[in-house]
């Protein structure tokens, strides 16, 4: 042992020596043999930062079906946002934990900021889309995706569940339909994008749904029913509505429904404008089938997620700004 390390063990800090005695009794609780776990510690490499972030795996994930070179803008920018619907589900997953295990006011209005912060960092990032793909090269790869969509995305249905009661989720024209005692298959089964997705004369299903449903169907209503009573909304409404803190935690709330359903939906809308429509504003088919100028725009799908939170005139208006501006825009352009 080199003469300065055995210094550095005789003149151990209170701190060190309380240290060494946790994990040995650490290691003994557990049945096992602290000397192993040392040995591991003197051999193993240090962690250097791509492996910790494994990014010779994360860097190799990019499959373009093309030779098209924005197609890997698409495909990057696509995995971001996934990134960050994971983040959301992160933190999603510590507020609806269990009903037994008391939700903190402060806890919530902080995770509702994180939550919004996220989303306003998908609404900016936007950008890269709405101006940075070549359109005639965006032509030629999209071609290639039939019939995947982003509508296909489970984690943004999971959030969906997470946040708010199936109910607020059923599509405009299956409202009627839906009585206070719906059970929830019911209610599945009429959630705005199946109905989208679902031709309204025939009842046929598009390809896009009928695959996203093979895959994800179980997971999809396992988790609703998991959620009915211990989504975002519900907490809130059980636990924190009349807390000091509600107004504050309301305006958390307001700001989510409005970034999701109007600004984050508006901008996929204006996407399609851009790319989906020819100079004489002739719609081109959305590679999921589905009409987008109706599905795409939250004005037509009205999706609230905390209907008690807004005034009758507001709901009323939900997306209409965006609507027309963007309407505006594009025959400006």
């Given at each position: ?119 306003q960092i998908l609404i900016a990032s936007f950008q890269v889309i709405l101006d940075g793909l070549d359109k005639e090269q965006f032509q030629k790869f999209r071609v290639t995706l039939f019939p995947a969509s982003g509508f296909q995305s489970c984690q943004y249905r999971l959030i969906e569940f997470y946040i708010t009661d199936l109910k607020n989720l059923v599509a405009v024209r299956s409202r009627g339909e839906v009585l ?154």
């Open positions: 042992m080199h003469a300065k390390n055995q210094e550095v063990i005789q003149s151990a800090d209170a701190r060190t020596v309380h240290q060494i005695a946790a994990l040995l009794n650490k290691y003994s609780d557990e049945g096992k043999d602290i000397s192993c776990y040392l040995e591991k510690l003197l051999q193993e490499k240090n962690l250097d930062y791509t492996d910790y972030l494994n990014l010779d795996t994360l860097l190799t994930l990019q499959k373009p079906r093309t030779g098209q070179p924005d197609e890997v803008v698409f495909i990057i920018y696509h995995q971001v946002v996934e990134l960050f619907f994971s983040l959301m589900i992160w933190e999603l997953k510590q507020l609806t934990s269990p009903p037994q295990i008391p939700v903190d006011p402060l806890t919530f209005s902080e995770k509702i900021d994180r939550l919004n912060r996220y989303v206070p005692d719906a059970d929830l298959r019911f209610l599945y089964d009429r959630l705005y994008w199946k109905i989208g997705m679902t031709n309204p004369r025939k009842g046929d299903k598009s390809p896009t749904l009928t695959d996203f449903e093979d895959r994800y169907d179980g997971i999809l209503f396992n988790h609703a029913a998991a959620h009915k009573s211990r989504n975002l909304w519900q907490v809130f409404k059980h636990q924190l509505a009349g807390d000091p803190t509600a107004p504050e935690i309301v305006n958390g709330l307001r700001q989510l429904d409005e970034s999701m359903n109007v600004r984050w939906q508006s901008l996929h809308y204006k996407v399609a404008m851009k790319y989906l429509t020819t100079d004489e504003n002739t719609q081109i088919q959305s590679t999921g089938g589905s009409h987008w100028r109706k599905y795409l725009h939250p004005h037509f799908q009205k999706i609230i997620f905390f209907p008690a939170l807004w005034t009758e005139s507001e709901m009323a208006d939900w997306g209409a700004q965006e609507y027309w501006k963007t309407q505006q825009d594009f025959t400006a352009g």
